[in-house]
């Protein structure tokens, strides 16, 4: 009697599990340039020379805005020893206000360049992340922050 009722209930119960643990799906619009890797639940495009360009979700846990999670980033950036290039910027997207920016780490000779951006929406945050070389970054900026723009709940 005791294992029949563990099989009634575990239907419920795993509906209930995967009901509060599913990712959420969102829109972003691909950058001119960029080739499809994946979409949907993760968001990944690649340029020709190799520059990732990757949208993914966080839970937004405890709930706070922009303001709050610009600020954890920042501190989290510079203690990992990133060299930052702006006091960052904010922009509109229809997922909310996000703000993004932009660091510079040196390696091998050469100066790589990161973008973090964070669009807080409800209980998700929207996190995007670029990085190549800064030649190679310098090329695709703009449509990226473009692409940052469009950034939508499904």
């Known amino acids: 009697m005791k294992s029949r009722s563990i099989l009634i209930f575990l239907p419920i119960l795993l509906m209930i599990f995967f009901s509060t643990s599913c990712v959420t ?4 619009t691909l950058p001119e340039g960029f080739a499809l890797v994946e979409e949907g639940k993760r968001f990944l495009a690649v340029s020709p020379e190799g520059l990732k360009y990757r949208v993914k ?8 805005d922009v303001a709050f999670w610009s600020a954890v980033l920042i501190r989290q950036l510079e203690d990992e020893g990133y060299k930052s290039r702006s006091d960052g910027e904010y922009f509109e997207c229809p997922a909310g206000r996000g703000f993004f920016l932009e660091w510079n780490l040196p390696y091998g000779g050469e100066t790589f360049t990161y973008m ?8 998700t945050i929207y996190v995007a992340e670029s990085a190549a070389e800064h030649s190679i970054y310098r090329v695709y900026r703009e449509v990226i922050l473009e692409s940052l723009k469009s950034i939508s709940a499904d």
């Open 25 to 28: 799906t969102f829109h972003v």
């Open 116 to 123: 973090t951006a964070i669009v807080p929406h409800g209980e």
């Open 57 to 64: 979700t966080e839970p937004n846990y405890p709930e706070k």
